[in-house]
């Protein structure tokens, strides 16, 4: 009986040590990937456009231009942009719209007479500048016409 | 950076919105490094965030395009509105503000007040289910910004294209019958609507939108206090648990999360009600011109209008086939009266069956059949025509400042041979 018991003991005792040593290993792995994050994945081709890896390497970056995280044409004054109009709301609706400077002025009026925008103060010339250079409106006349169609076979 | 390039960043979807999430932003709302986020596949949503793929957390159609994501805006697209009744997963999302997020069914109360009322009332929603009749309508309910994104120079504001429609079927009960249990007064000139929703700024004295209708919309026998949408409760982001439904009107006026109803002895004064806001100007305009405030006149019936549905544009068809072409028409508080389509950019136009509608302010459905005379590119532009014989025209309409009320032909390109 107390043999059967000693015995218990002793297999509970291995299996502990058994997971504490595999907590141990697993720790040492966070650090190593954190340390060195490539640690994981050095065989993964290094041009993958992988957009989870993308962020969390760089914040910030900028393809072709274009300020990936935002969609923002990633040229000077974008960074004030960033940081006075996206509290509000989404770039989206910056990229979406066209207008001039007086255009652009307005709807920043707009904005800080009903919408709680604050004062610009110096930042509001970099901001217009940047709004009616990159986001200035494109004449298309009255009825452009139809583009990226995407074409298919229409099957009955 | 070309035009192209700016604008193919700017079509949001499923994909712009995934790339939107950075992993640090995902971490601090988590309140956690995502340790092994290097390795995430690019397509996955971690679990905490799928409530905010906005698909998901909408129940939407894959086909939706996201607009903005604060607040949600997200416009249909006409091949995925070919059902006679729009389903919930098809209909464009429109918010002026912050979706409430925490709707309790059980307490949720509606307070009726204003000038014109003899004394303020409230109910609960078994009230409102208890006392009064049921009446079902199926309501077209159109942005009134739909098709901004065609005028010049641009106006500002969601750039909504063609899909900021739906037709889906409402139950309630009439607001006719809950004002006349209040009881109002001759004075009454305006309802406005108040409701739970919250302002972008997070200011809780500032309602994100108060918009309503005039005394005699309101006292029409659709104009509906409604509590579900296709035979189940109205989804989250289309009012649940309560909202005003008054079709033919911009969808602006169709107040969602309805709390509050003021009977007004003036033109409701609030947000979203003040010039320029759902407002276009009394007279016509020159493109680009300044329009004073009380110039600008609140807009009313929504134009007559119509979208093919089917096929979805870019069909390619065999030479010699004919081809079923199918939509749907509305003209606001009018009926339409006549459906034509065009393969010539309006040389000739070809009639289409048109049904009636299943009752007042629903959209009605036509088809036809179309043959082509040789091979090559074509368009199939639709004109409707309303009761009053106003047509759509197959240019821009008249521009306004705020970009309303376009409702130029709706086209789809196809190919022959």
Same mark, same amino acid.
Not at chain 1, 32 to 51: A, E, R, W, Y
């Given at each position: 009986?107390?043999n059967?018991l000693?015995?218990?003991?002793?297999?509970?005792?291995?299996?502990?040590?058994?997971?504490?040593?595999?907590?141990?290993?697993?720790?040492?792995?966070?650090?190593?990937v954190?340390i060195?994050?490539?640690?994981?994945?050095?065989?993964?081709?290094?041009?993958s456009?992988?957009?989870?890896?993308?962020?969390?390497?760089e914040?910030?970056?900028?393809?072709?231009?274009?300020?990936?995280?935002?969609?923002l044409?990633?040229?000077?004054?974008?960074?004030?942009?960033?940081?006075?109009?996206?509290?509000?709301?989404?770039?989206?609706?910056?990229?979406?719209?066209?207008?001039?400077?007086?255009?652009?002025?307005?709807?920043?009026d707009?904005?800080?007479?009903?919408?709680?925008?604050?004062?610009?103060?110096?930042?509001?010339?970099?901001?217009v500048?940047?709004?009616?250079?990159?986001?200035?409106?494109?004449?298309?006349?009255?009825?452009?016409?139809?583009?990226?169609?995407?074409?298919?076979?229409?099957?009955? | 950076?070309?035009?192209?390039?700016?604008?193919s960043?700017?079509?949001?979807?499923?994909?712009?919105?995934?790339?939107?999430?950075?992993?640090?932003?995902?971490?601090?709302?988590?309140?956690?490094?995502?340790?092994?986020g290097?390795?995430m596949?690019?397509?996955y949503?971690?679990?905490?965030?799928?409530?905010?793929?906005?698909?998901?957390?909408?129940?939407?159609h894959?086909?939706?395009?996201?607009?903005?994501?604060?607040?949600?805006?997200?416009?249909?697209?006409?091949?995925?509105?070919?059902?006679?009744?729009?389903?919930?997963?098809?209909?464009?999302v429109?918010?002026?503000?912050? @979706?409430?997020?925490?709707?309790?069914?059980?307490?949720?109360?509606?307070?009726?007040?204003?000038?014109?009322v003899?004394?303020?009332?409230?109910?609960?929603?078994?009230?409102?289910?208890?006392k009064?009749?049921?009446?079902?309508?199926?309501?077209?309910?159109?942005?009134g910004?739909?098709?901004r994104?065609?005028?010049?120079?641009?106006?500002?504001?969601?750039?909504?294209?063609?899909?900021?429609v739906?037709?889906a079927?409402?139950?309630?009960?009439?607001?006719?019958?809950?004002?006349?249990?209040?009881?109002?007064?001759d004075?009454?000139?305006?309802?406005?609507?108040?409701a739970?929703?919250?302002?972008?700024?997070?200011?809780?004295?500032?309602?994100?939108i108060?918009?309503g209708?005039?005394?005699?919309?309101?006292?029409?026998?659709?104009?509906?206090l409604?509590?579900?949408?296709?035979?189940?409760d109205?989804?989250?982001?289309?009012?649940?648990p309560?909202?005003?439904?008054?079709?033919?009107?911009?969808?602006?006026?169709s107040?969602?999360w309805?709390?509050?109803?003021?009977?007004?002895?003036?033109?409701?004064?609030?947000?979203?009600?003040?010039?320029?806001?759902?407002?276009?100007?009394?007279?016509?305009?020159?493109?680009?011109e300044?329009?004073?405030?009380?110039?600008?006149? @609140?807009?009313?019936?929504?134009?007559?209008?119509?979208?093919?549905?089917?096929?979805?544009?870019?069909a390619?068809i065999?030479?010699?086939?004919?081809?079923?072409?199918?939509?749907?028409?509305?003209?606001?508080?009018?009926?339409?009266?006549?459906m034509?389509?065009?393969?010539?950019?309006?040389?000739?136009?070809?009639?289409?069956?048109?049904?009636?509608?299943?009752?007042?302010?629903?959209?009605?459905?036509?088809?036809?059949?179309?043959?082509?005379?040789?091979?090559g590119?074509?368009?199939?532009?639709a004109?409707?025509?309303?009761?009053n014989?106003v047509?759509?025209?197959?240019?821009?309409?008249?521009?306004?400042?705020?970009?309303?009320?376009?409702?130029?032909?709706?086209?789809?390109?196809?190919?022959?041979?």
């Amino acid at each position: 009986m107390e043999n059967d018991l000693i015995k218990s003991l002793k297999k509970l005792l291995g299996l502990m040590l058994g997971l504490s040593f595999l907590i141990v290993i697993m720790i040492g792995a966070l650090v190593l990937v954190n340390i060195n994050p490539d640690f994981i994945h050095k065989s993964k081709d290094t041009g993958s456009t992988d957009l989870a890896e993308v962020n969390v390497q760089e914040g910030d970056l900028v393809k072709d231009g274009i300020h990936m995280s935002t969609g923002l044409v990633a040229e000077e004054g974008y960074e004030t942009v960033i940081a006075n109009c996206t509290n509000c709301h989404a770039a989206d609706l910056i990229i979406q719209n066209r207008g001039s400077k007086e255009r652009w002025m307005a709807l920043i009026d707009w904005m800080q007479e009903t919408q709680g925008l604050w004062d610009l103060g110096s930042n509001e010339e970099i901001i217009v500048s940047y709004l009616s250079e990159y986001y200035a409106p494109i004449q298309r006349g009255r009825r452009p016409n139809l583009v990226d169609i995407e074409w298919y076979e229409l099957k009955e | 950076m070309t035009e192209d390039k700016i604008q193919s960043l700017a079509i949001t979807g499923r994909r712009r919105f995934l790339r939107n999430i950075s992993l640090s932003t995902l971490s601090a709302i988590i309140g956690a490094d995502i340790v092994f986020g290097s390795s995430m596949p690019k397509d996955y949503v971690p679990v905490v965030f799928q409530d905010d793929d906005p698909y998901k957390l909408f129940k939407k159609h894959k086909d939706l395009i996201i607009l903005n994501n604060k607040p949600w805006n997200l416009e249909s697209q006409p091949h995925i509105l070919d059902d006679k009744v729009t389903p919930a997963d098809k209909m464009f999302v429109r918010n002026n503000g912050l @979706i409430p997020e925490k709707v309790d069914k059980a307490t949720w109360k509606l307070t009726v007040d204003g000038e014109a009322v003899k004394a303020i009332k409230s109910y609960s929603l078994e009230d409102l289910k208890s006392k009064f009749d049921h009446y079902t309508y199926q309501l077209t309910l159109e942005c009134g910004g739909n098709g901004r994104s065609e005028f010049y120079p641009p106006a500002s504001g969601n750039q909504w294209k063609t899909g900021a429609v739906s037709c889906a079927s409402w139950t309630g009960v009439r607001l006719r019958d809950v004002l006349e249990d209040v009881g109002i007064t001759d004075k009454a000139v305006y309802v406005g609507y108040h409701a739970a929703d919250t302002h972008l700024s997070g200011n809780p004295d500032k309602e994100p939108i108060s918009r309503g209708v005039p005394i005699y919309k309101a006292l029409q026998d659709e104009t509906l206090l409604a509590f579900s949408m296709n035979g189940e409760d109205i989804p989250l982001a289309h009012g649940f648990p309560l909202r005003l439904v008054a079709g033919g009107f911009p969808a602006s006026a169709s107040g969602k999360w309805l709390n509050r109803i003021s009977v007004r002895n003036i033109v409701h004064d609030g947000a979203k009600m003040e010039a320029p806001s759902y407002r276009v100007p009394c007279k016509p305009v020159a493109p680009g011109e300044e329009v004073a405030n009380e110039d600008m006149c @609140i807009i009313e019936s929504m134009p007559v209008k119509s979208l093919i549905t089917y096929p979805k544009t870019g069909a390619m068809i065999a030479k010699g086939k004919s081809l079923e072409v199918r939509g749907h028409a509305w003209a606001g508080e009018l009926e339409v009266s006549d459906m034509k389509v065009s393969i010539d950019f309006g040389q000739t136009w070809q009639k289409c069956q048109l049904e009636k509608p299943v009752n007042r302010l629903a959209w009605q459905h036509f088809k036809t059949q179309l043959s082509f005379p040789q091979q090559g590119y074509y368009e199939v532009w639709a004109k409707a025509t309303d009761a009053n014989g106003v047509s759509q025209p197959m240019v821009v309409p008249g521009w306004n400042p705020k970009g309303y009320l376009n409702n130029a032909c709706h086209r789809i390109a196809i190919k022959v041979g």
